[in-house]
């Protein structure tokens, strides 16, 4: 299976000369906008586009060449096309009314009036259109040693890489990855070792030189890392093992390598949770003993926490069990002891907890406003170990100040 073989296709125009211009311009990234009849869209009885929606790009063979993510939807009359939109088309028109000729010279062409079973079919100024804008996705696997990583990338600009907490995946970043793409930055985020398609180990490994590969593979030279929980953890393992690659790091609910679990709340819950290994209904309380851990904290029953939330993270911890459990991993994790090395990191940082979060987190928040030079702290009113998504009003507010104070990472 490909990555291509679970998503819709997207088809512009016909097969043959059109499509293939149209599909070289979404390669090049110079078309990032698409406009169809409403109509099209009723007579084959097909939903609408959805912003989030990926699909396959289909070359004239039939063949899938890329993968688009729908970033924008709007239905409205013809006559709104403004020329900001029809430049994003990509095809060359630098008026609405060049725009316009191109489009109804195709609309009114026999293939489409056939399509449409209409004869005569003509547009006007009122004629509904369904306006998209959309972004490429960049989506592929990079071998490392003793396995390897399933990754995304998208946007144009300087590098930004996403990385998630433990017994979670790439999906964590959904509300940032297109976000930050479209704003300028080259975004990229990936599955780690044993955790969503990405695979699991057969030996030792090192998560930071993972990342410092994957880098690697798609020749970036630096890059800021946004990492949370064990994200952050690999990010500053690779500022410390990596320096040259590390732009900046935003530390979400950081882990630490080197560093000991002290609170007590989570000693007993990780006591209980190795209880569970062996057991008929092992896999289901080893997420749950996780949610209680990492979703509610110790300062919250499940009750308090969004629902939604709970059962969204709960989710894709399962979906990681079962992969460890289908492919058990082999080796162990090699670490950079960043516990005693923060004071190697010399690049622009700031870190985020909620207010909720174990007390170790803090304690890592305070160990590195400590020790790394200029390294900023802010704590999440409200917010449990998700700071990113319990509180997202505050973390993108800090993550975009950050970015705008540093722009040259």
Not at 99 to 115: K, L, N, V, Y
Not at 156 to 179: I, K, N, Y
Not at 341 to 361: C, F, K, M, W, Y
Request: proline share 6%; charged share 20%.
């Amino acid at each position: 299976m490909t990555m291509f073989d679970e998503l819709p296709p997207f088809e512009l125009a016909f097969p043959g000369p059109l499509r293939d211009q149209l599909v070289a311009a979404v390669l090049s990234g110079a078309k990032t906008a698409t406009t169809g009849l409403l109509r099209e869209y009723e007579l084959a009885g097909d939903p609408l586009p959805e912003v989030g929606e990926r699909s396959a790009v289909i070359d004239s063979a039939g063949l899938p060449v890329a993968v688009i993510e729908v970033t924008e939807v709007r239905v409205v009359p013809l006559g709104e096309i403004d020329e900001a939109f029809a430049r994003a088309e990509g095809e060359g028109h630098e008026t609405v009314a060049a725009w316009r000729a191109d489009h109804e010279s195709f609309w009114h062409g026999p293939q489409m009036r056939q399509a449409l079973g209409d004869p005569h079919f003509t547009v006007s100024d009122g004629t509904p259109v369904v306006a998209c804008r959309f972004m490429v996705v960049e989506c592929g696997r990079v071998p490392v040693e003793n396995g390897e990583l399933y990754y995304e990338a998208a946007g144009s600009g300087p590098a930004l890489v996403l990385l998630h907490g433990g017994m979670l995946d790439m999906s964590m970043w959904d509300e940032q990855f297109t976000r930050l793409a479209r704003a300028g930055r080259r975004v990229i985020r990936y599955d780690a070792r044993g955790h969503g398609r990405s695979s699991v180990s057969d030996g030792d490994w090192s998560d930071h030189d993972d990342l410092y590969a994957l880098l690697d593979h798609l020749r970036v030279v630096r890059a800021t890392l946004v990492g949370h929980s064990s994200g952050a953890r690999i990010a500053v393992d690779t500022a410390i093992a990596h320096p040259g690659v590390v732009a900046a790091l935003v530390l979400l609910a950081p882990g630490l390598s080197g560093s000991e679990i002290t609170d007590p709340y989570i000693q007993k819950q990780l006591q209980e949770q190795a209880t569970c290994f062996g057991a008929p209904d092992g896999a289901e309380r080893f997420v749950e003993h996780y949610l209680r851990m990492w979703v509610d904290g110790p300062y919250r029953e499940p009750a308090a926490v969004d629902p939604v939330l709970r059962e969204r993270i709960g989710a894709t911890a399962a979906a990681t069990v079962t992969l460890n459990v289908t492919t058990p991993t082999m080796g162990r994790a090699v670490e950079a002891g960043a516990m005693e090395r923060l004071h190697e990191i010399q690049v622009p940082t700031v870190a985020l907890v909620g207010e909720l979060d174990s007390g170790d987190v803090a304690g890592n928040l305070a160990e590195i406003v400590s020790a790394v030079p200029g390294a900023r702290a802010v704590v999440v009113p409200g917010a449990g170990h998700l700071v990113h998504l319990e509180g997202r009003a505050s973390f993108e507010q800090s993550l975009d100040a950050f970015l705008l104070a540093h722009p040259w990472v």
